[in-house]
């Protein structure tokens, strides 16, 4: 197998194993796991009511990000979905739609919005912030494939069905889609991600607020995950040109449990 490039790191990555696919089952018990972890969940930072848009994955609507959307509005930000329906991909005049509700967003709160995307949600979420920094906080994104191949996840295919479009010829005509946005921005990965290789969400460090942060889910529960909520919600809650890293530890030690140190071998 060709070796992946320093330009294009993951290229050549293999799809997960067919077990890590398997282990996708065990998405309903993450979503489970919301209910007895509320009481810690409740005890992340307060919002400061800036706008928050969360973009959903590939053929999903917002209503899979309403349990996540749900929690940030309850900590206090002025949250909403992207308002376009099912993610078939971008289509024509989906990024001007959301190039649109972004700067709505950013007008009608008088600051910054902070972009999240769950997978190729978080593909829109980056270039977003690429194209309009002025109106971006900070992008956080959830199991999002930016740094590999297409070929790297077991969505390509029904990405292809979705879009109508070839995913290797984006593929080759986006070369800088693992470029980081200019604003801090943080990638949430787990290594057990059933769906996409976890090495092609791997953030390099083009800039100093560029991070990984490691939690234990699959990739169909990682915007349903109660360790993946806590990391969003701490990541939103930094006051704007304050950034600092995610601390794995934090106040409670067993934190470091949750989150594994994302640069070990």
Known sequence: MAMATEKNPGAHLP?????????????????????????????????????????????????????????????????????????????????DAARAQIERAADASGGKVSLIGWSLGGVYARELAKLHPEWVRGVITLGTPFAAHPRSTHAWRIYEFASGRSAHREHEENA????????PTTSIYSRTDGIVAWQGSIQRPDHAQVE???????????????????????????????WKPFDRFGAWGVKGLLYPDPHRA
């Not at 800088?176 to 604003?183: G, M, R, T």
Request: no cysteine.
């Open 15 to 95: 799809p997960p194993s067919l077990a890590l696919l398997a282990l996708e089952l065990r998405a309903p018990w993450e979503f489970g796991a919301v209910l007895p972890a509320w009481p810690a969940l409740r005890r992340a930072p307060a919002g400061d009511g800036h706008a928050v848009v969360v973009f959903p994955g590939l053929s999903a609507n917002d209503a899979s990000t309403a349990p996540l959307r749900r929690y940030l509005a309850s900590l206090g930000y002025a949250v909403q979905g992207w308002d376009q329906g099912f993610n078939l991909g971008p289509r024509e005049g989906v990024i």
């Open 176 to 183: 800088e889609l693992a470029a980081a946005p200019p604003v």
């Open 212 to 242: 990984n942060v490691e939690v234990f889910a699959s990739h169909i529960g990682i915007g349903v995950n109660p360790s993946a909520w806590w990391a969003v919600a701490d990541r939103l809650a930094q006051a704007e040109g304050a």
